[in-house]
């Protein structure tokens, strides 16, 4: 699932406390969430209304946090939650680095910055803040993980739905970039299950139940029920769904083929394809 955080608190459709609303419910019954935080005003910006300041995208990534350490997916395990913030935020140096000394801080979060092709291009010259914040990206990645990238402008240009809408982030593990209040039915087909000794995978046997597993996924969605009335909208207008592979470690030890070489990476590119 993935939300589109508004810039308001109480009084405004998908605001910081109606979307923490969202997110309980999906949690609570074994969602992962993705929250897209660019729309939040930077930290200590004024608050007309209240004639306070803002706390800004970290602090509300923290809230969010301590919602999701509160409750677990489905009784089992911690909640799964993506933070995603474009890289032209006033906050983003406070976003890449919030996990630099605490990362159990943020423990239930993944983080990513969202990087344009613009971005990209600057990044390759010398002296450019581009070049400097990645490289400020890259340390912190080094420490702890994160973040991760988003590549916004490439999601955009595969986007099947553009007129609905942008595709401003992720789901929890990044698979798939997604509207506001979209869900994704995901699946894996493990490849392990098609090693065939001649030509390592058989191909026919996959072509087969990668169709049956789309029409599978497709079918879960008129059997499910969705927290609110926004993600059921917008499950059933999309359709999205998102079938991939594990098992490839095995199926490569299967066929004695090395993980770290030219050969797997060709055979990855066949089997995708």
């Given at each position: 699932f993935k939300f589109d955080v508004a810039d308001c608190m109480l009084d405004g459709h998908d605001g910081i406390m109606e979307t923490a609303?969202?997110?309980?419910?999906?949690?609570?019954?074994?969602?992962?969430?993705?929250?897209?935080?660019?729309n939040i005003r930077s930290k200590g910006a004024l608050v007309n209304s209240t004639h306070?300041?803002?706390?800004?995208?970290?602090?509300?990534?923290?809230?969010?946090?301590?919602?999701?350490?509160?409750?677990?997916?489905?009784?089992?395990?911690?909640?799964?939650?993506?933070?995603?913030?474009?890289a032209t935020h006033p906050d983003i140096i406070d976003f890449i680095t919030c996990k630099d000394q605490d990362p159990q801080g943020l423990s239930t979060f993944n983080i990513s910055v969202s990087l344009?092709?613009?971005?990209?291009?600057?990044?390759?010259?010398?002296?450019?803040?581009?070049?400097?914040?990645?490289?400020?990206m890259a340390e912190s990645a080094w420490k702890t993980g994160d973040p991760g990238v988003y590549f916004v402008d490439?999601?955009?240009?595969?986007?099947?739905?553009?007129?609905?809408?942008?595709?401003?982030?992720?789901?929890?593990?990044?698979e798939v970039p997604l509207l506001?209040?979209?869900?994704?039915?995901?699946?894996?087909?493990?490849?392990?299950?098609?090693?065939?000794?001649?030509?390592?995978?058989?191909?026919?046997?996959?072509?087969?139940?990668?169709?049956?597993?789309?029409?599978?996924?497709?079918?879960?969605?008129?059997?499910?029920t969705f927290p609110v009335q926004e993600v059921t909208d917008a499950a059933f207008?999309?359709?999205?769904?998102?079938l991939g592979v594990c098992g490839w470690a095995d199926l490569l030890a299967l066929a004695n083929i090395p993980y770290a070489s030219?050969?797997?990476?060709?055979l990855l590119g066949e089997v995708m394809s």
């Amino acid at each position: 699932f993935k939300f589109d955080v508004a810039d308001c608190m109480l009084d405004g459709h998908d605001g910081i406390m109606e979307t923490a609303t969202k997110a309980a419910m999906v949690t609570k019954w074994g969602g992962g969430v993705g929250y897209y935080l660019g729309n939040i005003r930077s930290k200590g910006a004024l608050v007309n209304s209240t004639h306070g300041k803002a706390m800004g995208p970290v602090a509300v990534m923290r809230f969010y946090h301590a919602l999701g350490s509160m409750l677990t997916q489905s009784g089992k395990r911690d909640a799964a939650q993506m933070g995603i913030l474009p890289a032209t935020h006033p906050d983003i140096i406070d976003f890449i680095t919030c996990k630099d000394q605490d990362p159990q801080g943020l423990s239930t979060f993944n983080i990513s910055v969202s990087l344009t092709d613009d971005f990209m291009q600057k990044a390759l010259l010398e002296d450019t803040y581009e070049r400097a914040l990645l490289w400020k990206m890259a340390e912190s990645a080094w420490k702890t993980g994160d973040p991760g990238v988003y590549f916004v402008d490439a999601a955009e240009r595969m986007n099947p739905t553009p007129w609905a809408g942008k595709l401003t982030g992720t789901n929890p593990c990044g698979e798939v970039p997604l509207l506001n209040n979209e869900p994704c039915n995901l699946g894996s087909i493990n490849l392990r299950r098609f090693y065939d000794r001649t030509t390592i995978l058989d191909y026919t046997h996959l072509e087969r139940f990668t169709r049956l597993a789309i029409n599978y996924l497709d079918d879960v969605l008129d059997h499910n029920t969705f927290p609110v009335q926004e993600v059921t909208d917008a499950a059933f207008y999309t359709r999205k769904l998102g079938l991939g592979v594990c098992g490839w470690a095995d199926l490569l030890a299967l066929a004695n083929i090395p993980y770290a070489s030219e050969q797997a990476v060709e055979l990855l590119g066949e089997v995708m394809s």
